[in-house]
């Protein structure tokens, strides 16, 4: 009995050196638990201890906002000049898409110059797409910008694209710098990564605050906000594509003779091309994820209509505004990547400008012609309000009828899942010991990346509990906790369908689209209509908005399981189901971690948007903080989130690179 | 509107040729219609976000814009704009309420950066709020000892058996919480954290005639739309809230309703100095409740558009406005 006994154990030590050590743990964390009465500041962080970094925060950027002297100037005169220089930009494709011109001819007379008129606009963007591409794309983004008109979105649509068109070369430009930057000096590279990472997981609310502050109230401060938050893909593709570009194409240049600066504009970025598209495609997503937030803060547009239907509850009226925001990604997405993949083309020089330029010169026609009309008739020059349609009465009757008829049944489920899972898993979460999650993390670190990634991890955990925010971000990990579970369900299943199937692959891919732009908010209110207020409906929003990666990865990780393997197995006599089980699906593990991981991101990412409906996490804390113009409060809190973030991000990535390493696939 | 563009675009061809190439339009800018204005630098009004605000804005804007000024709207936070009022990138904001800004104009006025451009003479209401179908549910209504006798009934799983009242943003303050205690009520304060998911919640209870208690202010289009009533508490004092020993409970404060109160414009201190005469209009403005709850419903409830309510009530209401700008 006894030497069977041992004999196990020997048997745990040898094979599973592991399972012990993580026995270990457990005791400890039991351990800790027990040690309540004894060492009660391990469980629960004792509030004198909190460092008030809020408040020095806050009383930084009065100082940097009030007293700050760069020399020559303040420090609120530099930003404010940015802001005037950006408005120019504005105002300029404000007048062109939006507005119109006022040329002053002396005295009291303008000149109004009508700005491009729908069918202009239209033509215009379809000979660009067809001249890129081909005619399915050309009809792609008519039909896009054609829902804009029919359904009466057209004002608001251009105001937003107005700011679109600024923002997004703007970012693409500083990102395209920045990158650069990177690649040449990798002290730079090494300063600006961490600074990267807290700009895509900082909520934006976090530092509207301060951005007001800063360039004022208006559509500047909405574009930088945006601008922030879009940026850093630009600036990482920027350095990856540089560091991939082949060795040999560097060395012809040198051979060449190209200066440095001919060798990193005329060599290396046109060739760094197609991944330098990824980031650019990037930046248009996120700027359009941004304009409802940026409508907050004075941009207007689609964004406020959402907002402002919302507010009187006409949902069908903010799903159709929401739509053309979605409409607007698809169509700008769909152009960039076209341009992406187009070969360059050589043009034969001794031909005449309009042969060279058919399209170019058909468009303009187009462009002038319909202005003259325009001011003959009218309908060429704005499209008639009297032909617009709505499915807006459609949307609410439809959610009127489920509330009516199927509520209490929802109400059950909704009640049984709150009472027996949510609410116990919450209590659980706030229940333990914070010096024990902070090492129980740090093991994890140690375990999968070394010390460093250990002390990274322990470092950041720590941060969340020394500012006192430890209770509040721990209703955050739950409440993500359980939408990434739930995501990863739903969502899994999905991707290994679409791996498997064509043209399933290609029906999902425009759901995504259209979760991934489609503003959060347009569900929200349908939501707890029929949910109520509260945990369940954020985790709805939460599930709905970080479902896309999920799916992605999972589809792309399977399909980029080596055909070899599988023909291998097939051999071998699998059945489907052993192939999927035994063979894609360990291989691709590492990838759908990492779905996992970006599902992570973009659920923190809406965590400020649950507090709209009653969740009391980091998010709230956000929340209140904008609301008070409390910019040390929110910055505080928003770093918060972004170390929950990026601990996850560490933790994960670490663990997908070993088990890539052990499949033999990196 | 046509006939003007068409005359002006008649100056225009004879002003330019190259006008004439492109295809013109032209407009006279400026109706000026009472006096000069000192600058022609617009003057930016804000816009938050509910539709009785924007009426106000934009029939002040409509004002201004009669007696000559530039007038440009930007959307703005409730809340942040202060931010933007006090360095003078905002230059008015129409309706402040003492229900829930009290607090932030007070320090902002503190500042010296924003001055106090008077009441709008319209009344801010907020309390609790039931649909009248629950008088059945709960008889006595709307006298707030019913709500004594049935929690119950307004009880959701996971509340129950307390009742469930359904409190605004965690901002919005209100003391409901003490209020409970106080008055010795079986409730719970849920959050709504945000007013569409307030109104959400009761535009799906009403459509299912199911119990609900919410916190809803007027003038607003809900109370409009929605029949019901508001909860008699007792009333509020400046003691109640003050002092435990007034009121029902001798031991706590906050037994009584919420206070109700001014609505109140503000603008940027520098305004009083660039356009005196607009910011005098601006402390002129005078709306009551009725006006505005009729223009909001017109919006909200009809679906028309702001701009075209307020157009008509600047039309028909000459004689009022006119008063603000003498």
């Known amino acids: 009995m006894r030497a069977t006994f041992s004999r196990a154990i020997a048997y745990a030590f040898g094979r599973r050196p592991e399972l012990v050590f993580w026995l270990v743990v457990l005791a400890a964390t039991v351990a800790l638990f027990a040690a309540d009465e004894l060492l009660p ?4 962080y004792p509030s004198e201890w909190v460092i008030p970094l809020r408040f020095w925060v806050s009383d930084f950027m009065k100082w940097l906002i009030n007293e700050a002297d760069l020399g020559l100037f303040t420090f609120k005169q530099f930003t404010r000049s940015i802001s005037w220089v950006f408005n120019w930009f504005l105002a300029a494709s404000f007048g062109v898409l939006s507005e119109g011109v006022k040329i002053p001819l002396g005295g009291e007379a303008l000149f109004h110059l009508p700005s491009l008129s729908w069918i202009a606009l239209i033509a215009m963007l379809a000979i660009m797409a067809y001249s890129i591409r081909d005619w399915a794309l050309s009809l792609l983004v008519g039909i896009c910008f054609l829902y804009l008109a029919i359904f009466g979105q057209w004002g608001s649509a251009m105001v937003t694209l107005s700011s679109i068109v600024v923002a997004v070369p703007l970012g693409i430009l500083f990102g395209l710098l920045l990158g650069i930057l990177a690649y040449r000096h990798p002290w730079f590279e090494r300063a600006i990564t961490p600074l990267l990472d807290l700009m895509q997981t900082v909520p934006v609310f976090a530092y509207l605050v301060p951005v007001l502050f800063m360039f004022g109230f208006g559509p500047v401060a909405a574009m930088t906000a945006t601008m922030i938050y879009s940026l850093p893909p630009m600036t990482r593709c920027t350095t990856m594509a540089l560091q991939l570009v082949p060795t040999e194409i560097v060395e012809f240049g040198n051979m060449a003779g190209c200066s440095h600066r001919q060798l990193m504009w005329k060599v290396m970025v046109p060739s760094a091309r197609p991944t330098l598209m990824v980031g650019v495609n990037q930046v248009i997503m996120l700027s359009l994820n941004m304009v409802i937030i940026a409508s907050m803060i004075g941009a207007g547009g689609l964004g406020f209509d959402v907002l402002h239907a919302l507010r009187r509850l006409a949902i069908g009226v903010g799903l159709e505004a929401g739509v053309a925001i979605t409409v607007l990604a698809i169509a700008l997405d769909r152009l960039s990547q076209a341009y992406a993949g187009k070969a360059p083309v050589r043009v034969k020089k001794k031909v005449s400008f309009v042969r060279r330029h058919p399209h170019l010169v058909a468009a303009l026609a187009i462009i002038v012609a319909t202005t003259v009309t325009g001011f003959l008739v009218p309908a060429v020059a704005d499209y008639p309000e009297s032909l617009t349609v709505t499915t807006s009465g459609f949307w609410e009757k439809l959610v009127t009828w489920i509330n009516i008829h199927f509520f209490d049944t929802l109400d059950a489920i909704k009640s049984g899942l709150l009472l027996n899972v949510l609410i116990p898993f919450k209590r659980f979460l706030l229940s333990l010991p914070w010096l024990a999650v902070m090492g129980l993390l740090a093991l994890a670190g140690v375990r999968l990346g070394g010390w460093r990634l250990s002390l990274g991890v322990a470092a950041m955990t720590a ?5 006192g925010n430890w209770e509040k971000a721990m209703i955050s990990t739950y409440l993500i906790g359980v939408s990434v579970v739930l995501a990863s369900g ?11 199937n064509d043209r399933v692959h290609r029906a999902v891919q425009v759901i995504i689209d259209t979760l991934q732009t489609l503003p959060a908010f347009v569900y929200l209110i349908p939501v707890v209509m029929l949910f109520r207020v509260g945990d369940f409906s954020a985790m709805i929003a939460v599930v709905a908005y970080s479902l896309v990666p999920i799916i992605r990865y999972t589809d792309h990780g399977i399909r980029q399981v080596p055909p070899s393997i599988i023909e291998a197995a097939t051999a071998a006599g699998c059945t489907h189901r052993q192939i999927l089980l035994k063979v894609q699906m360990p291989l691709a593990l590492p990838e759908i971690m990492l779905g996992v991981n970006q599902t992570i991101m973009l659920g923190l990412s809406m965590l400020v948007i649950t507090a709209l409906v009653g969740t009391r996490d980091l998010g709230q804390e956000v929340y209140i903080a904008l609301t008070k113009a409390d910019t040390g409060r929110g910055i505080v809190a928003g770093v918060c989130v972004a170390m929950i973030a990026m601990v996850a991000d560490r933790l994960i990535s670490a663990w997908s690179t070993v088990r890539k390493k052990q499949l033999g696939l990196s | 509107m046509k006939r003007m563009r068409r005359a002006s675009m008649l100056n225009a061809i004879k002003s330019a040729v190259i006008m004439v190439m492109i295809g013109a339009c032209m407009m006279l800018s400026g109706s000026a219609l009472a006096g000069d204005p000192e600058s022609k630098d617009p003057i930016i ?33 409730y809340l942040a704009q202060f931010a933007g009022l006090e360095a003078g990138d905002l230059h008015v904001a129409m309706e402040l309420w003492a229900t829930t800004a009290k607090q932030a104009v007070e320090a902002s006025l503190k500042t010296g950066n924003t001055v106090d451009l008077g009441d709008t003479g319209m009344v801010g209401i907020e309390d609790w709020w039931f649909p009248l179908y629950m008088k059945e549910k709960c008889p006595g209504l709307p006298d707030w000892r019913a709500l004594l006798e049935c929690a119950e009934v307004f009880a959701t799983p996971d509340t129950a058996p307390k009742g469930r009242y359904l409190s605004g943003a965690a901002t919005w303050g209100g003391f409901d919480k003490e209020r409970i205690e106080a008055l010795g009520l079986n409730f719970e304060v849920i959050q709504a954290g945000s007013e569409g998911a307030l109104f959400a919640e009761l535009k799906a209870a009403y459509d299912r005639k199911a119990p609900i208690v919410l916190w809803v202010w007027s003038p607003h289009w809900v109370p409009y739309k929605y029949k019901g009533e508001f909860v008699e508490f007792p009333r509020y004092t400046d003691e109640c809230y003050n002092n ?18 001014w609505i109140k414009k503000i603008g940027w201190a520098g305004g009083d100095k660039k356009w005196p005469k607009a910011f005098q209009a601006a402390r002129n403005f005078r709306l009551d409740n009725e006006s505005m709850g009729r223009m909001v419903a017109e919006a909200d409830i009809e679906g028309r558009k702001v701009t075209e309510v307020v157009d008509e009530w600047l039309s028909e209401n000459e004689n009022v406005w006119r008063k603000w700008i003498e």
């Open chain 1, 463 to 467: 941060f969340v509990a020394v500012t």
């Open chain 2, 244 to 261: 435990p020993s007034w009121g029902i409970n001798p031991d706590k404060a906050y037994d009584c309703g919420k206070p109700r109160g």
């Open chain 2, 45 to 77: 009004i804000t816009l938050n976000d509910w539709t009785g605000q924007h009426i106000s804005s934009y029939i002040m804007g409509g004002v201004l814009q009669r007696m000559g000024y530039n007038v440009e709207y930007v959307q703005a936070d």
């Open chain 1, 41 to 44: 500041w391990a469980v629960e």
């Open chain 1, 490 to 500: 739903i969502g899994m299943p999905i991707g290994i369908w679409a791996a498997g």
